[in-house]
Structure formats: structure tokens, C-alpha cells
């Protein structure tokens, strides 16, 4: 599958079926049911322009386990850090806490038992998660939306990653947000030595903020073409380090329908 004819039919789902919620920060269209969505291919939304070289150099930030936010990534996270430049408790101290790298167990555990049904990661622990704000000592630091369970599993010589997101805005998140996991799986694939197959994603609250800039991106999003040609996305580097740059794209990239920037919330 695809991305951009799901991602055009999930936006019509919260326009058309979604409950209008005012949440912490903002008015939305919610659905909690949405169902699991199965990629075979990289699942990159092209209709809308989504900055995958920048969402996988900020998996490479939350791999790599150092809380201080990256230069290029500090538009993304303006207002939400520490006063010190730092996510405290989040993604990368998830992964790496307490000394325990959960990425490279997850890798161990394919590796070694490919058929287990015990290599899992996650980004949610209940205390860390609960304190984030007197952590960050910032009101603003959000909790982990993303990875919030992932588990894998070979089949037929192939990676498929399926992974729960508790929390999925779907213009500023989520397109990065399925990028993000396919490079992942990408660069788990090459150092097993297989391929990456599947991506199975699940949401808990899927939304669309109900403002302006993101409604009209939604409208533009769904008038564009559905099917658009699949891309391959390889890794081409050292296998031991996730690295952004050593990410390429096999194909040509369609040009966007919609160049909207929805107001960052």
C-alpha cells in the first residue's frame, strides 16, 4: 500500500465522522477507532509536501539516545524543550533508559530469535510520562506520541515492524511519523540482512486541529490524485549506526498538490 490514498481517505474519515473535542491546546476532530493501516512499500505522503530527510535525521536523534535537540531540529521543537536545549525523559532517554538500549535489543532479539514474540520497544513509561513537564521544568514538553509500542517479527526473510501511536496528529505528525518507522525498519532490515515487508500501524486518537491553515491543507490534500508510483527508500551505509544522510530515495518524488504549511500548535 501506498500512502497518499489512506492519508486522503483518514482525512475525509475526521472531517466527515470525527468528534469535535477541545483538548489541552486546541479545538480537533478526533477518531479512536480508526482501523490499522498495512504498508508494503515506503509509505511516503507525496501530496502534501513531507520533510522525510528531516524526520529521519530526527530518528537518528532519538536512536542515538542524546537528549540534547540537534540545530536543525530546534523549529520542530521550539517552546517544548528544557531550558538547557534538552527533551528530558523522551524519545531517546525512552529507548536508552537506565542504560538499557532498547533499539539495539530489539535488534538482538531478531537477530537471535527471529520468531520471538518478545522484540518490543517503547517509548511510554507511565512515571517519566506523568512528570515530563516538572522533568523538562517547561508546561510545554509533550509526552512521547510515537512508538508507543513497537514490536517485530521475521517472516519469510522479511522485517515487519508494527507499532501502536497513542497520540497521531495527522498533518504535523504523521507522515513524518510513518517515514520515521519504515527507515527504521529499513536500517534493522540491512543489519539483519533481509528486507524490510511491513509496516502495520495503529492509532489511538487520530485528529485534525480544527484551525484554518490545517483544514484548508486537509481540503487541498484530498482533491489530489490517490495513486501516485510506490518509492523504495534503501540504507547505504555502516550497519551498526543510523544515520539520515545514508538514506536515499529510488525514484522520482511527485510534486506536492498542496505547498500549505499548517501553523505549528
Given amino acids: 500500500m501506498t500512502a497518499d490514498r489512506p492519508y486522503q481517505e483518514m482525512l475525509r474519515a475526521l ?14 476532530y478526533s477518531l479512536v477507532d480508526y482501523p490499522r493501516l498495512v504498508f508494503t512499500s515506503f509509505p511516503l505522503v507525496t501530496l502534501r509536501r513531507t520533510a522525510w530527510k528531516k524526520a529521519l535525521r530526527e530518528m537518528e536523534w532519538f536512536v542515538g539516545g542524546d537528549p540534547t535537540c ?11 524543550l528544557a531550558a538547557d536545549g534538552q527533551y528530558k525523559a523522551g524519545y531517546g532517554a525512552q529507548w536508552h533508559r537506565e542504560s538499557y538500549d532498547q533499539i539495539e535489543a530489539l535488534y538482538a532479539t531478531l537477530r537471535d530469535h527471529p520468531h520471538s514474540r518478545r522484540a518490543i520497544a517503547t517509548t ?52 513524518h511519523n510513518w517515514v520515521q518507522y519504515w527507515g527504521l525498519g529499513v536500517w534493522l532490515a540491512h543489519r539483519l540482512g533481509l528486507t524490510m515487508g511491513k509496516l502495520i500501524w495503529a492509532f489511538g486518537d487520530l485528529h485534525l486541529y480544527d484551525e484554518p491553515s490545517h483544514l484548508q491543507a486537509a481540503q487541498e490534500i484530498q482533491q489530489g490524485p490517490g495513486d501516485r508510483p510506490p518509492l523504495t ?28 504549511r499548517p501553523k505549528l500548535l
Avoid at 470525527?18 to 491546546?25: K, P
Avoid at 527508500?233 to 522520482?252: N, P, R, S, W
Fill in 124 to 175: 511510554w513509561h507511565s512515571a517519566d510520562m506523568a512528570r515530563i513537564t516538572e522533568l523538562n521544568q517547561n508546561p510545554q514538553t509533550p509526552t512521547t506520541c510515537h512508538g508507543t509500542v513497537l514490536q517485530g517479527w521475521v517472516r519469510q526473510g522479511e522485517l515487519v515492524l508494527s507499532t501502536y501511536q497513542r497520540s497521531a496528529d495527522v498533518l504535523l505528525g504523521v507522515p
Fill in 233 to 260: 527508500l534503501a540504507y547505504q551505509g555502516t550497519k551498526d549506526a543510523f544515520v539520515a544522510e545514508h538514506f536515499a530515495i529510488a525514484g522520482a518524488v511527485a510534486e506536492p498538490v498542496c505547498r500549505i
Fill in 70 to 80: 540537534p540545530e536543525v531540529l530546534k523549529d520542530w521543537w521550539q517552546g517544548q
Fill in 15 to 28: 472531517q466527515t465522522h470525527g468528534d469535535r473535542l477541545v483538548t489541552r491546546n486546541a479545538a480537533v
